[in-house]
């Protein structure tokens, strides 16, 4: 390792190297292959109700059986992953620029205003997130949008924390105060100074976020107040499992090991992401 | 010491405020409010009638007015009467309260039971078979949905093998026994649930403890206890736990949510009656009342919960104090 090579190099370096890191980046990169081309890789039409084949096991025609309506779950699976990876990328997406932008104006100025951004986070935290959730989505109707916006708008705290402590640590450094002494705005050294040397935390908590995106959004579907039918989800396939669980255990198991993989995927690679960053395990 | 505590209570009013705001904003959002929910099940109410029961909620007056009526009542634990059934919502609450408690305490307390020694075992023989197999099942424990969990344990304890119950929190035909046969019915109902809760927070919290273990091991003073000739057990468990176990009490602070609004889907799940059922129904039921009734007493238990947890970390890290 030449220790000349930027530090986005070195960084891809160590995460190569790590084994977990790699499988989890194979299956994250596995199940957005799938989910993108699902309308090429699924066999049938998820919406095709089919009443001669309802609650089949798994079988040559279906590999992972059918639902209480007939359709085939292993389509049903496939165009499941598109909603969960969008809910997932488009939530944390938003919490993640609410974050920045709280963060950084709570990190950089201090005072009454880090004060009040951080007063905003403890209310936030305090709040059990399924009950706020739940009672936002009693006011608003459950739709994809909806539900993006609504797991975004809670789970900013995480990356407005990690921001403000990056914010907090570099505005001290010379190239800031040098940037401030040419007279460039605060607006210019916060977004071209400080913001892209204080962006690697958050991509841990991003890419662990998205899991946490999709169990939160398949929880919601499992309980109804997700994305409505026909749309396929993943929750809403569990939720179709339990009511038949006594005769139909394939319901149950595939869409949820769909969500664990996924899931795991993401989280080993957040982890790995996060040593790979980790100062100490350079040598 | 205690200027600490009265700083930490001082803060915790704006808090409070915030919080309350938040959740009358919300139910302000709500279209119509609580007059058109009521009209909704006569549709005979006429225009006057409607406009009466809006005075009678005070739904015609400014939204601060609104908010000082809503708080004043709700500081003296009038959370006004739900929707569905006329009842009051405090003794809904109250009597789906002990269920849920119940259910999360034990989670919490399996949790701790099996997290922290794993944690430590971990630490201290890390790398080893026993520590690559934890770390595994942690990454799976962390990734797994609990409710597909809970259908699995359903179909294989319930539907397979028939030994466990797989709904509710007792069984149709109890009146024939003793307490101490009641006692184990409710624990064979409670056993699907609190497992499947501790799961997730298992994953977690023995990660947790392992890398706080081995923090501290890394510290001079573990070093210089060993070199004094301390036999291990007494360096792990006098010297380095201790220090280790301190941010445990803040993870307890923060797990204080879930204790509340941690089983909202488990219990859908199990059929089980407790509050995370109550905000399910009265969330599908547009009952505001009830909706605002669980969320703020929630919020407010939980910041409490903190700040408890804040008071006991000052007092066992004095460093925390002279911040």
Do not use: C
Not at chain 2, 138 to 159: C, E, H, N, Q, R
Not at chain 2, 207 to 235: F, H, W
């Amino acid at each position: 390792m030449n220790k000349a090579e930027s530090f986005s190099a070195q960084t891809l370096y160590y995460l190569l190297r790590n084994r977990l890191a790699v499988i989890g980046g194979t299956l994250v990169a596995l199940v957005f292959i799938l989910s993108i081309f699902a309308p090429l890789f699924a066999p049938y039409n998820p919406s095709m109700i089919d009443i001669k084949s309802i609650l089949v096991g798994p079988s040559s025609s279906h590999w992972l059986g059918t639902d209480d309506l007939g359709r085939d779950v292993l389509s049903r699976m496939l165009w499941g992953g598109r909603i969960s990876l969008e809910v997932g990328f488009v939530a944390v997406g938003i919490a993640t620029l609410i974050g920045i932008i709280l963060g950084s104006l709570a990190g950089f100025y201090g005072g009454w205003i880090d004060s009040l951004i951080m007063r905003a986070v403890d209310i936030m935290l305090s709040i059990p997130t399924i009950f706020l959730i739940l009672a936002v989505i009693a006011i608003l109707e459950p739709n994809i949008i909806n539900i993006m916006i609504i797991i975004g708008l809670t789970s900013w705290m995480e990356p407005a924390r990690l921001i403000r402590a990056e914010f907090i640590t570099l505005k001290e450094r010379e190239f800031v105060i040098a940037a401030h002494a040419i007279g460039a705005t605060d607006r210019r050294i916060i977004m071209k100074h400080i913001l892209p040397n204080g962006l690697s935390p958050i991509l841990v908590s991003a890419t662990m976020g998205i899991g946490g995106a999709i169990l939160i959004e398949s929880g919601l579907s499992f309980l109804g107040l997700g994305v409505q039918p026909p749309t396929p989800s993943w929750g809403s396939l569990l939720s179709a499992g339990k009511d038949n669980i006594e005769i139909a255990w394939w319901l149950s198991a595939f869409p949820g090991l769909a969500i664990l993989i996924t899931v795991l995927g993401y989280n080993l690679l957040g982890e790995g992401i996060r040593d790979a960053l980790d100062p100490r395990q350079r040598e | 010491m205690l200027t600490y505590t009265l700083k930490r209570l001082l803060l915790m009013i704006p808090i409070l405020i915030g919080i309350t705001v938040l959740s009358f904003g919300i139910m302000r959002l709500a279209p119509g409010g609580p007059a058109e929910a009521q009209m909704e099940f006569s549709a005979k109410a006429s225009a006057e009638a409607r406009e009466r029961l809006r005075k009678l909620y005070g739904a015609d007056q400014p939204f601060y007015k609104q908010y000082a009526t809503w708080l004043h009542k709700f500081v003296t634990l009038d959370f006004g009467t739900a929707f569905a059934d006329g009842r009051k919502v405090k003794d809904k609450i109250l009597e789906r309260l002990p269920i849920t408690l119940a259910i999360n305490l034990l989670s919490l307390g399996l949790v701790l039971l099996i997290a922290i020694p794993i944690g430590i075992l971990s630490a201290t023989r890390q790398y080893s078979l026993l520590d690559r197999f934890t770390t595994f099942f942690v990454f799976i424990g962390f990734s797994t949905p609990s409710f597909w969990l809970a259908l699995l344990l359903i179909y294989l304890f319930g539907v397979q093998w028939g030994i466990l119950p797989i709904s509710g929190i007792q069984s149709l035909e109890t009146t024939g026994l003793t307490v101490w046969g009641r006692l184990s019915d409710w624990g064979h109902h409670l056993i699907l649930p609190v497992f499947v809760s501790a799961f997730g927070g298992l994953a977690g919290f023995s990660r947790y403890v392992r890398n706080n273990m081995l923090e501290v091991m890394r510290q001079d003073y573990i070093r210089t206890a060993r070199a004094k000739g301390l036999p291990e057990s007494v360096v792990i468990f006098k010297h380095a736990l201790r220090n280790a176990l301190m941010p445990v009490i803040t993870i307890l602070g923060l797990s204080l949510p879930g204790i509340i609004g941690g089983s909202v889907i488990m219990e859908q799940v199990f059929g089980i009656p407790g509050m995370g059922q109550l905000m399910f129904q009265s969330v599908m039921s547009r009952d505001y009342n009830l909706v605002m009734g669980i969320l703020v007493p929630a919020a407010f238990l939980t910041m409490l919960g903190n700040f408890l947890a804040d008071i006991g970390y000052a007092f066992a890290d004095p460093r925390v104090r002279l911040k």
